[in-house]
């Protein structure tokens, strides 16, 4: 089944995955790091979460819109699937296909996902 296609969820931190797994346990789904998170959190922080994840039925796809120092800074860190803006400069987007595919990640468009908003509550200890 093409990624696309797969019910795709924004979320900001390893909490709302961890629901959407017992949610969706057996389904297959997409859990997409919004752009508006990662940009206060940071890459370190989107590694951590990348390290806990159990990618059999979650695809981790961390957005970054056209923040091509976010883009390199991914790539090298070794995260695997990154989502892009379409508005990037044509030679800009070839160039970032070509280093991605050197470092095996892959890169999609976020306009192509149909992302899901849920609305979480946070359960902390007080």
């Known amino acids: ?3 696309y296609n797969y019910s795709t969820f924004e979320i900001s931190n390893l909490e709302q995955i961890n629901s959407l797994k017992k949610t969706f346990k057996n389904e297959k789904i997409n ?3 919004s752009f ?3 940009i206060w959190q940071g890459p ?3 590694k951590e979460i990348n ?6 039925k979650i695809n ?3 957005e970054t819109n056209n923040n091509l120092g976010l883009i390199i800074s991914l790539i090298d860190m070794g995260i695997k699937k990154i989502s892009i803006s379409n508005s990037l400069d044509k030679n ?3 160039k970032i296909l070509s280093i991605a595919k050197k470092k095996d990640v892959e890169i999609y468009f976020t306009k192509k996902f149909k992302k899901k908003k849920l609305n979480f509550t946070y359960k902390g200890t007080q």
């Open 51 to 56: 390290k806990k994840i159990d990618f059999t």
């Open 92 to 94: 800009v987007e070839d």
């Open 44 to 46: 370190f922080y989107v």
């Open 36 to 38: 508006k998170s990662l």
């Open 60 to 62: 981790y796809i961390v």
């Open 31 to 33: 859990v997409i790091h």
């Open 1 to 3: 089944m093409n990624i």
